[in-house]
């Protein structure tokens, strides 16, 4: 981000939490403490003062998709962390939002990982009839632009390897027809690091980031922990864990019982295809060689041209 732009966010960050508490921010550092910058990447920068987050969301975010997301968030609570506001302002030609903040999931303790939070906030989501009208949810356009980043660069043996299995995957998992399902409502982007504990510590867990947030096929809100686990990054007991809670809470995305392959296999393989590329695009530009978890991820997408999708019905185009 721009320096003007960082310190213009950081202002306003600054009234919302003083605005929240009834108490001026007078100059410099307050008794709060300093704005801490949470993210900082091109498709979004995140600070926080306080007990309070702004975030700049990507320059050619849909303003009317964003508010809808931000409406339905609001509407759904004890699922969705409730945004300060549906309405964004504009800074520097960005839409930005503000949320309370919340605790994340501490990576450095992964035995205490939420998959079960994880799961029956999910199956919650998939469940709730959208309030408000909304678009497509957009995990196939992200996949789908991490593989144009990887044609962009530089020609590799393991780039190529990626393309064949993207190639390989129906045309609505690579955003070239629409989503076989227009009715359930899905994150688009879930992984632990979309939840946040709110309020306190001791809290309840909620899921946040709407920029992703739309209607199509529940099974792609599984796809990321169903992938990682066919790809041996996710033990069998954390991949049970999530599936079973899952299945418990009533989540429509895989069957009540038996095999959820059928159901998980093509979005599974589409969330591997696009590790994969971020991975290789990023090697490549670092001019280095993948490390073992990324030749993992392009090791499955070798596999992947000799083993067909499971297509479900609904699904095969």
């Not at 033990?235 to 899952?246: C, G, H, K, Q």
């Not at 090791?299 to 479900?312: E, G, K, V």
């Amino acid at each position: 981000m721009t320096p003007p732009l960082l310190s213009d966010l950081a202002d306003r960050v600054r009234i919302a939490a003083h605005s929240r508490t009834g108490t001026g921010t007078g100059a410099g550092i307050c008794a709060c403490g300093a704005v801490v910058t949470l993210a900082d990447r091109a498709d979004a920068t995140v600070v926080r003062h306080a007990g309070t987050v702004a975030k700049a969301h990507a320059p050619d975010t849909d303003a009317a998709a964003l508010t809808a997301r931000l409406t339905t968030a609001a509407r759904i609570p004890g699922v969705l962390l409730r945004p300060l506001t549906t309405t964004p302002v504009t800074l520097h030609g960005r839409p930005v939002t503000f949320w309370p903040y919340g605790g994340p999931v501490d990576p450095d303790a992964p035995d205490a990982a939420p998959w079960e939070a994880a799961a029956t906030l999910l199956a919650r989501l998939h469940r709730t009839s959208p309030p408000v009208p909304l678009p497509p949810m957009r995990g196939p356009a992200k996949a789908a632009r991490a593989i144009a980043r990887l044609r962009a660069s530089a020609p590799d043996p393991a780039a190529d390897t990626v393309l064949r299995a993207w190639a390989t995957l129906p045309a609505w998992a690579r955003d070239e027809s629409p989503l076989p399902d227009t009715a359930t409502l899905c994150h688009g982007d879930l992984h632990l690091g979309q939840l946040v504990r709110h309020p306190g510590p001791e809290g309840p867990w909620l899921l946040i980031d709407v920029d992703d947030l739309g209607v199509g096929p529940a099974a792609w809100d599984l796809a990321r922990p169903a992938a990682w686990y066919a790809c041996g990054l996710l033990p069998p007991d954390e991949w049970t864990r999530f599936l079973d809670a899952y299945r418990a809470s009533g989540g429509p995305a895989v069957p009540p019982e038996g095999d959820p392959w059928p159901a998980l296999d093509v979005p599974a393989r589409a969330l591997t295809v696009q590790t994969a590329a971020r991975t290789v695009t990023k090697a490549l530009a670092a001019e280095r060689l993948l490390d073992d978890v990324e030749q993992s991820l392009v090791d499955a997408c070798a596999r992947m041209a000799s083993i067909p999708a499971q297509l479900p019905r609904n699904l095969a185009k």
